[in-house]
Every structure is written in structure tokens, then in C-alpha cells.
């Protein structure tokens, strides 16, 4: 199942050549004004970097990711950019993710165990569920459709305080060839237990796709924003000391 499940997606060797992928497209946030559309760039490197941007009218928000921090940089109550530091739940979801190809391509050579826990059904159609074990004990529940047998839907848990324990049910649509490769061009993401409808689910629309693009280092650098704590200012990577708790061992991702 797994091994068709790839060849659906483009097959092994392809995404093994695959080193760094970037997104474009907008999302559609819940309860939103129809219509209302924010652009965004996601830019994904292996093997967990990741730097995410929202563009709103009047605001940016910024979540990166480097392999071992990472920080969310939003506006404050005075309207100013500050840099945060990723919760530790955060962290753990970072260091576990694969954010270029998932769970399953490789799942043996990256030491995720699977297993069949059963037949669902999803927007209609039947659905494999497997039940995941990543390296960390980490689990995640993945369906796969029987006929297109891509993934339809992934369940992981939150990393948000207030929703904790709580899974984050993440559905996967709109499947198209980028590369010969198959990627879903609509994520719809919600903590509701049944399939969201639009007015329930934040929607990432992917526009465009970017396969081995170059990305350095620098990409998923600390932010040039000011760490704010107390109101004192500290700059993230910057003398030892200033870096409160992004600097630290698990300070700090599609």
C-alpha cells in the first residue's frame, strides 16, 4: 500500500533528488470574509528547515525554523514587530517533521514504523488508515485513498497551548504534476473532528511550486527583529547572553 502510495506521488527516485522546495499562494483563513485571500511563501529545505511568511495588508508574520530553533515573528500590541522564540511543543513538532516529502517516502530508511489500522471513508471515498511511530515516539494516523491512492488526510497533534491534546486534522486536495512529481495544492487544516467545511478550516492555497530552488543557510537564519522580553531588546544570534530562550538547547514546522 505504502509502495504504491509513492509511485502515485512520483515515485522514489524523484523525490530522493528533491533537496528544497518553495510555495506560493494565499491562504483563506476561518470565518473570513469570502474572498478574502493573504498571500504567502513557504520555503522547505531537508531536512526540517523551514521559513513561512503571511503577508497580510498591514502586517507580517514570519515562523522560522532551522534545524534546531525556532521563531515567530509577529506584531506586538504596539503595532511593532517582536520575535518569539518557539514554545517546546513547537520544537518537538519541528525536529520530527519531514518537510519536503512526509512520512511515508523512505518511511524505512527514516525508522517510521507503519502499521494498517483500518477502511474509513473521506469526502465520500474509501481510505486506507495507517497508524505512525516516528524515530522521536511521535505518532501521527495517515488515510490513504483506495483508488488514487494519494493521501487524503493526516492527523498529528497540536502544538497550540490551547488546544492541547486535541489532534490537528489535516486534509489534503487538488493533487497536480510539479515535476513529475504529485503535490495537494489545497491543505485544508482544522481541530474539528469531521471534515471541515470552509467556514470551519483555515485553507493553504499553493499556487505555484518551485522544486530545487536554491536556498542557503541564510533563508533560515534568526530574524533581524528584536527579541522583546520585559521591554528589554535582544537580537537573536547575537553576544552570548542576549539570546534568551532561542539560544537555549530546545528553545524553538509545512
Do not use: C
Request: charged share 25%; hydrophobic share 35%; glycine share 10%.
Amino acid at each position: 500500500m505504502i509502495e504504491r502510495n509513492v509511485e502515485a506521488r512520483g515515485g522514489l527516485q524523484r523525490w530522493r533528488k528533491v533537496d528544497t522546495m518553495v510555495w506560493l499562494g494565499h491562504v483563506v483563513r476561518a470565518g473570513s470574509k469570502q474572498g478574502q485571500q493573504i498571500p504567502f511563501a513557504m520555503q522547505l529545505k531537508r531536512p526540517n528547515l523551514t521559513r513561512f511568511e503571511l503577508k497580510e495588508q498591514f502586517d507580517h508574520f514570519t515562523r522560522i525554523f532551522d534545524g534546531n530553533h525556532g521563531w515567530k515573528v509577529r506584531p506586538s500590541s504596539d503595532g511593532r514587530p517582536e520575535t518569539k522564540p518557539f514554545s517546546p511543543a513547537e520544537v518537538s513538532f519541528a525536529h520530527t517533521e519531514y518537510v519536503i516529502d512526509g512520512p511515508l517516502i523512505d518511511y524505512q530508511a527514516k525508522g517510521v514504523t507503519a502499521d494498517l489500522d483500518g477502511l474509513d471513508t473521506v469526502d465520500g471515498r474509501k481510505a486506507y488508515r495507517l497508524s505512525l511511530k516516528l524515530p522521536s515516539g511521535a505518532e501521527r494516523k495517515v488515510w490513504i485513498d483506495v483508488g488514487t491512492n494519494l493521501e487524503v488526510r493526516m492527523d498529528r497533534p497540536a502544538t497550540n497551548p490551547l488546544v492541547a491534546g486535541k489532534p490537528v486534522s489535516v486534509y489534503y486536495g487538488d493533487y497536480r504534476a510539479e515535476d513529475g512529481l504529485q503535490i495537494a495544492h489545497v491543505v485544508d487544516t482544522t481541530t474539528s473532528s469531521d471534515r471541515p467545511a470552509s467556514e470551519s478550516a483555515d485553507r493553504l492555497v499553493i499556487d505555484r511550486v518551485i522544486v530545487n530552488s536554491t536556498l542557503d543557510d541564510a533563508t533560515f537564519s534568526p530574524p533581524a527583529v528584536p527579541l522583546r522580553h520585559g521591554g528589554r531588546s535582544h537580537t537573536p544570534g547575537g553576544p552570548p547572553g542576549t539570546q534568551g530562550s532561542a539560544g537555549a538547547p530546545g528553545g524553538t514546522n509545512p
